[in-house]
């Protein structure tokens, strides 16, 4: 006779119940179920290429639900909990640029053995990080342009460009603290990019010297900041590195549109008072 001690325990309850298990909990079949290599025969490198995004995707995910926790904490006046989630956001960063590692692994060659099969797909279409940029105040409407009218992913869009971003969170955090934010920077249009202000510069320097939970919490956001245009520029790298010069995949202009986003700032109060700091 076997060991019932050694035995798995039934996914089923006497009641008829299904017991939480690590499987159904964390949906492994139909997780496993999603990479669907399109070569014929299928080539080896293209599992690593879908397994990759579709991880960047899910990061993507976790990193828009913490962009809106920070916001919503700082609006309450709630820094600490908010600087947890910006810590959380920051080191998630790290791993997607170690991701580049990997992915790097595989030659220009091999990448163009199943390039082809992607057709008119590209990064370029990820709505979810067009919806991580919006969050952090890098809003572009004309970017709506890649996602087909009426589907969901141009619908949520649209719901996020309309949206505050995080720095408008924390302008509303300064504002509560007491701080002199104008009411033309409190009112702004929110579906424009964040825009330096001189007024909100001088209330920054003032901070940094006065007051040092408002000043930890500004160089948490340019962590941020900094982790967001580490994360391009190896994008970029890992680009050249892998099709040089060719056009990006669904037609873009590849790297040199992507050398275009190196060096723009999400937070640009943040940057231009460090000269007077």
Known sequence: MSDPSNEAPSPVGGDGQEFVTYQNYLKIPELLSLQRPLSEPEEHDELLFIVIHQVYELWFRVVLHELDHASGRLAAGEAPVARGSLKRVLTILKVLVAQLDILETMTPWEFLSFRDRLESASGFQSAQFRALEFALGHKRPGVLASMPEGSDERKALEARLAQPTLWDGFLRFL?????????????????????????????????????????????????????????????????????????????????????????????????EIRSVL
């Open 175 to 271: 504002d509560n603290r007491g701080y002199p934010v104008p009411a033309e920077v409190l009112g702004r249009d929110v579906t424009r990019p964040v825009e330096a202000s001189p007024a909100v510069q001088k209330i920054l320097v003032e901070a940094y010297r006065e007051d040092p939970e408002v000043s930890e919490l500004c160089e948490r956001l340019v962590d941020l900041d900094e982790g967001l245009q580490e994360w391009r520029y190896r994008h970029v790298k890992m680009v050249e590195r892998t099709i040089g010069r060719k056009k990006g995949t669904g037609g873009s202009a590849g790297v040199d549109y992507l050398r275009n986003t190196l060096g723009r700032p999400v937070f640009p109060d943040l940057w």
